[in-house]
């Protein structure tokens, strides 16, 4: 019922900033919440930041005051602004979206922050 589209990852030096969006379709008028989880290499899938349909955010310790999540008007795109990026943010990026009858994942996008 709800699809989702991820763009924006690429590969960045340290310290460098990289804008991530995702945009979602279907119905979307169902979707309470959306965010970012990442998972790197032989680790668990982490939620990075969401951000509620009310404007709620919730970020990861490790990324406060370096990501900035965001939505539009319409409440059908989230992006996240990632700034003073570290080797140790490597990891696919999943967009997420949540309604109240399950969870919908975009199909991943890779960000590498190496020097």
């Known amino acids: 019922q709800v699809q989702l589209v991820e763009s924006g990852g690429g590969s960045v030096q340290p310290g460098g900033s990289l804008r991530l969006s995702c945009a979602a379709s279907?119905?979307?008028?169902?979707?309470?919440?959306m965010g970012w989880y990442r998972q790197a290499s032989g680790k668990q899938r982490e939620l990075v930041a969401d951000?509620?349909?009310?404007?709620?955010?919730n970020y990861l310790d490790s990324v406060k005051g370096r990501f900035t999540i965001s939505r539009d008007n319409a409440k059908n795109t989230v992006s996240m602004e990632m700034n003073s990026l570290k080797p140790e943010d490597t990891a696919v990026y999943y967009c997420n979206a949540r309604t109240n009858k399950r969870t919908y994942w975009g199909q991943g996008t890779q960000v590498t922050v190496s020097s």
């Open positions: 951000i509620t349909s009310g404007g709620s955010t």
């Open positions: 279907g119905n979307i008028f169902s979707i309470y919440a």
